[in-house]
């Protein structure tokens, strides 16, 4: 079924619905005002502060004491003590020497997760959604399952978990897409994370599907967890097929897959477009050196000691972990944004790779941007779409559904309006 006949289709469900990657609210003492500041903001004694932290940050070097005093001097110009920032951040100078690489992340064992059933109906002709809750980490999470409608019973189908971007919510605009896949032969199982709604969407939602994740954003840190659980979950289902899954994400969502993957020994393959966070080091660096603001909660991630900072970056940190990655990687990226800190992590991973000898592809889409994939009709987004299929049935083969399709209930239009 085309994509296009797929947009036409779940317009049922779409109509049946309809009735920033923040953290917190806390900003580190000494940050305030700097989420748009601009690198010529700083005084040369920063400047060459920051400058010198870059290297060894984004290698994941130990450098707390170095960049302890770089807060201290941010503490003290903010309360207009310039003498007193520039003796802090002329002594850090001194303390970038001799750097050890920091501890290894400890990762805790992959969690388990059961599905209870919130709703199910068509989302096309021969596919259908389920949503569905489960906990993990005490938090109630919430996401969907999308599989063959056109199945004989007992069929099973290999396993894909979509992480989704922006961290807020699944997108609604994206079932089509996940809806052709599924009709391929296989179920999609689509985690919401802790904090976000259930689903991106900009009309309002039946009262039932109003549904919001515990917890809080936690940018590539407990959203694993969640990834997981809901792989452990989606596992018991009847109608999955046992052994090897693969992974689909896209930016927020990307960044997460990856971790997942790392972490699970079933994962067959990952299918990465424009991951975010695959180097945390090199977007901290760049904040610390007013760069673009591709890390909105960063100033937020910082209120937390020095050394719980680094640790942090570590665990989240998929460059700093590719020896833990045990299956062939497909990469794409718009190539719109060529140089920005998105591109420059992706080459820290293909380092990392290569040094581990893992498998993987790299492609950088001629004039696509960070969210081309969105665009599933456009040409960037429909070629890495080919190649991504092909890879993907390469390392999990689909299975034909072979049975027949239920009939569509019709489609329930809204009430014409009254003059």
Known sequence: MSLFSLRRVCVLFCLLLAVALSAGDSVRAGLEG?????????????????????EPLIAGKNCEAALQAWFDGR?????????????HWRRGLKLVKGLKPLAKAKW?????????????????????IRVVSWDVDKLKQYGVVILPSNRKPGQKFPLIL???????????????????????????????????????????????????????????????????????????????????????????GSGVGMLAAARHPDTACVISYDAWLTNPFRFYSDRMR??????????????????????????????????????????????????????????????????????????????????????FTEKPAKYAYAKHMAFLKKHVRPVKPTGKAPKLPPVRRPPRAQP
């Not at 296989?186 to 802790?194: E, F």
Request: hydrophobic share 45%; glycine share 8%; proline share 5%.
């Open 162 to 252: 979509y992480m989704h971007g922006a961290a807020s919510g699944v997108p609604v605009y994206a079932l089509p897409w996940l809806a052709q896949m599924a009709d391929q032969g296989y179920v999609i199982v689509g985690p919401a994370l802790r904090g976000e709604d259930l689903f991106a969407a900009q009309t309002r939602l039946r009262p039932e599907l109003e549904k919001h994740c515990e917890g809080e954003i936690e940018n590539l840190d407990g959203e694993v967890n969640d990834a997981l659980s809901a792989v452990s979950a989606a596992r018991k289902l009847s109608f999955v097929k046992g052994g090897k899954f693969a992974v689909i994400g896209h930016s927020f």
């Open 75 to 87: 503490l003290a110009d903010s309360k207009q003590d310039a003498a007193g920032a520039a003796k």
């Open 290 to 375: 007013r760069e673009a603001n591709n890390w909105l909660s960063w100033a937020d991630f910082c209120d937390q000691p020095v050394k719980d900072q680094l640790a942090g970056l570590m665990k989240r940190s998929i460059v700093h972990n590719a020896d833990k990655l045990h299956c062939p990687v497909q990469m794409f990226i718009g190539g719109a944004y060529e140089g920005s800190v998105f591109h420059q992590s992706h080459d820290d991973l293909i380092v990392q790779l290569k040094k581990h000898k893992k498998a993987y592809t790299y492609e950088v889409i001629p004039g696509g941007g960070h969210n081309f994939v969105l665009w």
């Open 34 to 54: 700097l989420d748009w500041a601009r690198p010529e903001s700083m005084t040369p004694a920063e400047a060459a502060l920051v400058e010198a932290l870059a």
């Open 108 to 128: 805790a064992p992959v969690p388990k997760g059961k599905f209870k059933l919130v709703l199910r109906q068509p989302l096309s002709a021969t596919t259908e």
